[in-house]
């Protein structure tokens, strides 16, 4: 299991010497692949995933999901394989079924260049932006208190990757060609990837099997890009279901967050654990406000919000069916 392989490369467990000399190599490997994707511009996000801790069925614990090196071992293998295989499929020219990630829409481009700024984060700006200037940004930022904003607004900028028989590269990796190889028990689109390979590496690519990929790629590409969006969905409600009947627990007590949106309606507050609820504007204030959208910041008479200030509030109420937590700023 990944636990077990992190506990021998820390030296807490042992195991035969054979099977512990592989592992070591797979973590030097590992490391090697993380500087040189570093190294051309990959965006290294911080995960917002979650794991729920249930007792009688009901969830009593909201905690962030552990990342072990040992899942980045897999994780370099998985994109090195996938890279591999998307590289050699274009080099033969045959129809494929690419996972691509687009460059972000140029108006968000701009609203988080100019948040960049205003927390002191240097970005260069150029005509065609490269994900090595937004991992550059993201990188001056890990030190900051400002680290977890610009992730999750830098997120926000980007777009959703997608299957598509046309390589357009993917944004987010800094990769000029990828694919989705590793996983064809669970996913459509690497299925599809290895009966493309399967017949291409058997000798069998005639001109009737190219006709008939060149149709079931592009088909199975739109078809899974959108059913990817309906099962995502249905894993962040599933999550947001959760969250409420662990926020309905909370009901009243003063708890710690941060401001991790802002609307001209008020704003939303993250609690640690990521659990997120919404503070109304007129619950901040009785005055008139003004949204500065391009500064993420609501203004009240008597103060001003804006995105990852620190606040304290309370849960007031869930409507668990609506999936909606309403929260109230305490003093103190």
């Known amino acids: 299991t990944y636990n077990q392989v992190q506990d021998v490369l ?14 070591q190599a797979c973590k030097e490997l590992a490391k090697i692949l993380i500087d040189k994707r570093q190294k051309r511009g990959n965006i290294n996000f911080v995960s ?27 994780e370099e293998f998985m994109i090195v394989a996938n890279e591999t295989v ?15 990630h687009d460059k972000p829409d140029s108006e968000k481009v701009a609203v988080l260049i100019a948040l960049l700024k205003g927390l002191g984060i240097t970005i260069k700006e150029t005509q065609d932006l490269h994900a090595t200037s937004l991992s550059k940004a993201l990188n001056q930022a890990q030190d900051t208190p400002y680290f977890n904003l610009i992730n999750d607004v830098m997120l926000r900028t980007m777009q959703k990757a997608k299957y598509s028989d046309v390589n357009t590269g993917h944004f987010g990796l800094a990769s ?15 299925l599809v990837v290895h009966r493309v390979l399967k017949t291409l590496i058997s000798g069998k690519m005639t001109q009737k099997a190219l006709d008939a990929y060149e149709e079931m790629c592009q088909a199975s590409g739109l078809q899974a890009s959108k059913t990817e969006k309906i099962a995502d969905e249905a894993e962040r409600k599933a999550d947001d279901v959760k969250k409420c009947q662990y926020a309905a627990t909370l009901l009243d007590k003063p708890l710690e967050g941060i401001v991790s949106g802002v609307t001209e309606n ?25 949204f500065i959208k391009e500064k993420f910041t609501l203004v009240c008479p008597n103060r001003r919000y804006s995105l990852g200030d620190k606040v304290r509030v309370a849960i007031y109420s869930v409507n668990q069916s609506a999936c909606k937590i309403d929260m109230m700023l305490v003093d103190g």
Request: proline letters at 3%; glycine letters at 6%; a positive charge.
């Open 86 to 100: 998307a590289q050699y499929a274009s080099d033969c020219g045959v129809p494929f079924v690419y996972r691509v």
């Open 266 to 290: 008020g704003i939303f507050v993250q609690l640690a654990n990521t659990v997120e609820g919404f503070v109304s504007a007129r619950l901040l204030s009785s005055g008139a406000t003004q």
């Open 176 to 190: 000029a060609c990828y694919c989705h190889f590793t996983s064809p028990i669970r996913r459509y689109a690497d």
């Open 48 to 74: 917002k995933e979650v794991s729920f801790v249930m007792k009688d069925g009901k969830v009593v614990d909201v905690v962030p999901r552990t990342t072990l090196f040992s899942h980045q071992i897999i």
């Open 10 to 23: 820390d030296g807490v467990t042992t195991c035969d010497k054979q099977l512990r000399d592989m592992l």
